[in-house]
């Protein structure tokens, strides 16, 4: 065969024809797109909804099949509250932050089995999850679990020495309130915060521990006043907004023994590998739920941000040779917003006033950006299921 | 090598093989028990690594003021602690010839240029009872060290490298401790050797109750053979007391001791080298 191509002129019928057909492909294209965003939007119309109220969850008792599940989390109290799926004292998922009388979508990957669930103020009594095994299709090949041997086993190395430093600062801190030094207090409470945060993601699996290290006033009855409330929040607020150490020895204390707490679980307790990056984009996604409707970021608020982007970092550093392999795009996507973020930061401690270098809306999206990104993690590394 | 035993080696050779993939095949280990004994490991070589910082500082600054005494005195102790540790130090190949390689690893022998580290130390210290020169050395061992230090920290330790160094710390041992050709000159080769069995012991034990689940009797066996190695160890220390005290002279060991620490030594490089597919790690 060798029949010559000859570049011939396309009949002037022929190219309006053309030109239809094209026009349509894209009105088609177009259709595919809105349909994606769609669906992007909202995946949880066909989700299981649970309304929280200001005694706990309606229904109380849930049972769903096992796998990937989406819950509508609404509202009907009169403050903001929190949900969670706890596994024995372990948090799967949770949402934070919710406003009365809006609705919040959460995705969890569920094996079969009894979960709790709790329901707004921490006095609510807990709901029951109940998850039966499904069918097992379409769940899709895991990758080698031998795998996540080194990554683990290095997070590890990385939380033994973090709550080494962690157990000092925190009793400095101690101290220093004992003795009513309130600079050196601050100090303290500055390098303990950030550890703290550093270990958000398996701090988070503790759901007891978490809520006496970081819960926010808002979460107990009382607010501020509520004899419940210690921690970092309760500290904070003597030493940064009252700038005394009065009446804070008692929750220094009780943050002393949480952490002393924290360190024997952490030594007993072996992380889920899935956590490594899910449990990463939660604690992003719960410094988000935080400041969703007021655009201001304390000065606080972004050390909290640095600090958390910290444990990220470490989190990418560990997964992004299994990445390099199972999805080198996600792991370049991953990198870019992490390093979008971490620009955003190093700029905005740059400036000279402490605030203001970079736009707080920039912030919360390259933030959100990095929480996404964090949670295709999973799904490149067929971990789930 | 004698050409007429290659067959009956080579059979061997298959047999294990067959025997080893049979275990891989029937490993039990869920591969997250794993996790904890790996991380300890990196602890376990982090501590040593901040031992190996100082006491590297210590035997730099006495070669820098010329304490030819002293400096003698810190060599092997300061050793001890990369000889643990060589299953990961071994991992950066630049440094571990900057650090540790011999004189026969060089063309030129002592004379060569590139000879650096420890052993160049040595050869100065022991043979020509002398400082003299040794500044950049001893300053080059030490940006050396940091390095290592700083580079184990950032590591993630490979699973098999960690289980599989049990075996490579004895035969190291078998290699070149038992022969007492790596500190010709310091005669402190016993310091090395229990850094050797120190490193593989550690290993061992923390992957000795998973071991022992798949296979008590291989962990009783190897465990006789730890315990053999290092009662003719302790024959030879200064003190019994102090392990600090260090141990005499390698030309004071016996040759039928030697021969002692042959046996023993080779069965556990032979039996730990299963202990990765023990562990479902090949």
């Not at chain 1, 596994?87 to 919040?104: F, K, S, T, W, Y």
């Not at chain 1, 379409?138 to 086993?153: D, Q, V």
């Not at chain 2, 501590?47 to 590297?56: A, G, I, R, S, W």
């Not at chain 2, 190695?229 to 302790?234: K, M, P, Y």
Request: glycine share 6%; aromatic share 6%.
């Amino acid at each position: 065969m060798s029949n010559a191509v000859h570049p011939a002129t396309p009949s002037p019928r022929a190219l309006r024809l053309g030109l239809v057909m094209s026009f349509l492909l894209v009105l088609f294209a177009l259709g595919v797109f809105t349909l994606s965003l769609e669906a992007v939007r909202s995946p949880n119309e066909d989700g299981y909804r649970v309304n929280v109220t200001s005694s706990g969850c309606e229904p109380n008792r849930l049972e769903v099949p096992a796998g990937q599940r989406t819950f509508t989390v609404v509202n009907q109290s009169d403050r903001a509250i929190e949900w969670e799926i706890v596994d024995g004292v372990m948090v799967l998922a949770e949402r934070e932050n919710i406003a009365p009388g809006l609705r919040q979508p959460l995705t969890a990957t569920l094996k079969a089995g009894d979960y709790a669930m709790t329901c707004g103020l921490l006095s609510n009594p807990h709901g029951t999850l109940h998850v039966v095994a499904g069918d097992s299709n379409a769940e899709p090949a895991a990758l080698s679990t031998t795998a996540f041997i080194g990554p683990l086993a290095e997070y590890r190395v990385y939380t033994t020495l973090q709550l080494r430093k962690l157990r000092s600062s925190a009793d400095e801190l101690r101290d220093a309130i004992a003795a009513g030094d309130l600079s050196a207090a601050q100090q303290a409470y500055r390098e303990a915060r950030r550890i703290d945060l550093h270990l958000a993601m398996p701090i988070g699996l503790f759901s007891d521990i978490d809520q006496r290290l970081n819960a926010h006033a808002d979460d107990f009855e009382q607010r501020e006043n509520d004899p419940a409330f210690v921690g970092f929040h309760r500290l904070a607020g003597g030493l940064f907004e009252r700038q005394s150490t009065a009446d804070l020895s008692t929750a220094a204390e009780q943050l002393v023994t949480d952490v002393e707490t924290l360190a024997t679980r952490l030594k007993s307790a072996s992380i889920p590998p899935q956590q490594l990056a899910d449990g990463s984009a939660r604690v992003l996604e719960t410094w988000l739920d935080h400041h969703r409707d007021d655009t201001s970021i304390e000065a606080r608020d972004l050390a909290d941000l640095i600090a958390l982007t910290e444990g990220a970092d470490k989190i990418v550093s560990l997964l992004s040779p299994l990445l390099e392999s199972q999805s080198p795009e996600i792991l370049h996507t991953l990198e870019s917003n992490l390093t979008a973020l971490q620009r955003d930061l190093q700029a905005d401690t740059d400036s000279p006033t402490s605030r203001g270098a970079v736009d707080d809306a920039d912030l919360l999206q390259t933030t959100r950006a990095l929480a996404n990104s964090l949670s295709d993690i999973n799904h490149a590394l067929t971990l789930e299921g | 090598m004698k050409t007429s035993k290659l067959p009956t080696a080579w059979l061997t050779a298959g047999a294990l093989g067959l025997l080893s993939l049979t275990t891989t095949a029937h490993a039990d280990v869920a591969p997250e028990a794993l996790v904890g004994p790996v991380a300890d490991y990196k602890l376990y070589v982090l501590d040593n690594l901040e031992q190996l910082v100082t006491h590297t500082e210590d035997f730099t600054a006495a070669i820098k003021t010329g304490d030819v005494e002293k400096a003698q005195a810190l060599y092997a102790p300061t050793r001890v602690y990369y000889e643990r540790i060589e299953p990961i130090a071994e991992l950066f190949a630049d440094l571990d010839a900057s650090i540790d390689a011999r004189e026969d690893d060089y063309e030129k022998g002592v004379e060569d240029p590139d000879f650096t580290g420890f052993h160049r130390l040595e050869y100065a210290l022991f043979h020509d009872n002398t400082t003299d020169g040794m500044e950049t050395y001893a300053q080059g061992l030490m940006n050396d060290v940091n390095d290592l230090d700083s580079r184990v920290q950032g590591l993630t330790f490979p699973p098999e490298t960690v289980v599989g160094g049990a075996a490579a710390l004895m035969e190291e041992v078998a290699a070149t401790k038992v022969s007492g050709e790596e500190d010709r000159y310091s005669r402190t080769d016993l310091w090395d050797f229990q850094g050797n069995v120190d490193g593989a012991r550690e290993i061992f034990d923390l992957f000795k109750p998973l071991a022992a689940e798949e296979d008590a009797d291989f962990v009783a066996r190897v465990q006789d053979n730890f315990d053999d190695v290092e009662a003719t160890l302790a024959d030879y220390r200064l003190d019994t007391e102090d392990p600090t005290a260090g141990f005499e002279s390698y030309d004071e060991v016996s040759d039928a001791d030697r021969r002692a620490l042959t046996g023993p030594v080779t069965v556990l490089a032979e039996d730990l080298s299963t202990l990765r597919g023990l562990l479902g790690l090949n």
